[in-house]
């Protein structure tokens, strides 16, 4: 559940970048801060562990309109791909408001994505949490390497994959290029923030 700051009327959300290690969690959010100058109001910091690290930072999105008379400050996080840090994502999903699941789009990824997405369920499931409820958006990246003639999985089978029972919506991005990344974050932002005003209510 977001935090509420009663005395600076600010609503604090958190969005957790989540999937298999160097899928684009990183990549994404490395494009935000740079393209979002403007609205972040903290540097990016980085928490390494050994061969992976947390990434977060605060931004103010404009445009999203206050909720219930409050500003929205949003929180964003990735999370170290590699299995042996669950326990890093499990401390970086506590209190979670919204998700990106960030899909590899390389052939060779199929069942990483698989493993990730099961992993993301288990994770909420023990924090008593339903990747149903949660506002979720998935993000298949890494379409451009198919100009490049690296082999990647076709949309159709990642959705069939990914996305058959979550049924959440879901965008091609490349984050190397920025193409697709505002549109995820828009999304999940969008969805996040519809949940905190019913919540609310």
Do not use: W
Request: charged residues 25%; positive net charge; glycine residues 6%.
């Amino acid at each position: 559940m977001a935090s509420i700051n009663a005395k600076d009327k600010v609503i604090e959300c958190k969005i957790v970048y989540y999937g298999p290690g160097r899928g684009g969690k990183t990549t994404n959010l490395e494009y935000i801060h740079k393209a979002g100058k403007k609205y972040i109001t903290s540097d990016m910091v980085s928490i390494n562990t050994k061969g992976d690290r947390t990434l977060f930072f605060d931004f103010l999105p404009i445009g999203l309109g206050k909720v219930k008379g409050y500003d929205v400050k949003v929180q964003l996080y990735t999370v170290p791909g590699q299995t042996k840090y669950n326990s890093t994502r499990k401390m970086v999903l506590k209190n979670v408001d919204g998700i990106v699941f960030v899909a590899d789009s390389l052939e060779i990824r199929r069942k990483a994505n698989m493993l990730s997405l099961k992993n993301l369920q288990d994770n909420l499931k023990e924090q008593n949490m339903s990747i149903f409820k949660i506002p979720l958006v998935i993000q298949f990246n890494k379409r451009d390497l198919k100009d490049q003639g690296i082999p990647i999985m076709p949309v159709e089978l990642m959705e069939k994959e990914l996305n058959t029972k979550l049924k959440c919506p879901s965008f091609e991005a490349s984050a190397l290029k920025g193409s697709g990344v505002a549109d995820t974050l828009k999304k999940c932002l969008s969805l996040t923030i519809k949940k905190i005003h019913e919540e609310l209510s």
